[in-house]
């Protein structure tokens, strides 16, 4: 009695890679790249936060401890600004010391001087928004590009398959199946990009906001610091707005 050798089949990764032509190589190509931007920033945004976190439990610890706004200047002097709290601090501090200058020859007259303040709180808000939502637009684009990348190829291959199969006349299941498994390879590639790319992107936005909630409370505190010249254990005493600030206007 004859043993019945096990079927090997030549299907597979590595075979498919033989088999591909220069688009389904351009395809890979083009998602591995992908991958590798995006996972360059997903490291670097995560680093990011955790240094701009340690950074700023250090700066809050002193800056809880101010009492004075001399104090502030002096706290703003002494450390490198490194952190988001810092450097909002920082740009109030150097609007109310504009304001404080001697009188010189000005386009307008400010009716509401703490609105000039307030904009320069509001202005570093919004830089550090903006410094933190860098490259965060590269890992949507990956994360809504990527699927489709690899469907390309996926389709790409089925349609090479399908050609080959009809030019060697044999349409068996064995024969259309293990090409078109193969082009689905291109997919799943594509899905692999995608999806951590989306992942890190929501995440990053949902810490963004809450950064940017808490610059807002901190803003108030910082306003009150500017305005009364003592620390303030509540802000509700200011009139720092978490709108845009108005105009003051006048000839």
Known sequence: MSETLPVTMPFGLSHFLEQTDTVGIVVLGVLALMSVVSWYLILLKA??????????????????????????EGLIGRNPVEEPYGRVLEKGIVACCLLKRPD???GFDMAAPDDFVSAALHTAIAEEEREREKGLSILASVG???PFVGLFGTVWGIYHALLAIGFSGQASLDRVAGPVGEALIMTACG??????????????????RQWNGELESYAHRVFGLLALGRMETSAAVVGFSSTPARQGGGA
């Open 47 to 72: 680093w990011q936060q955790i240094r701009l976190k340690a950074a700023s439990e250090h700066f809050l610890t002193l800056f809880f401890d101010l009492s004075t706004f001399r104090d502030a």
């Open 191 to 208: 899905l692999a990009v995608a999806i951590p790319a989306v992942l890190a992107y929501n995440a990053f936005v949902r810490i963004n």
């Open 104 to 106: 010189e020859k000005r």
């Open 144 to 146: 809504s590009t990527a």
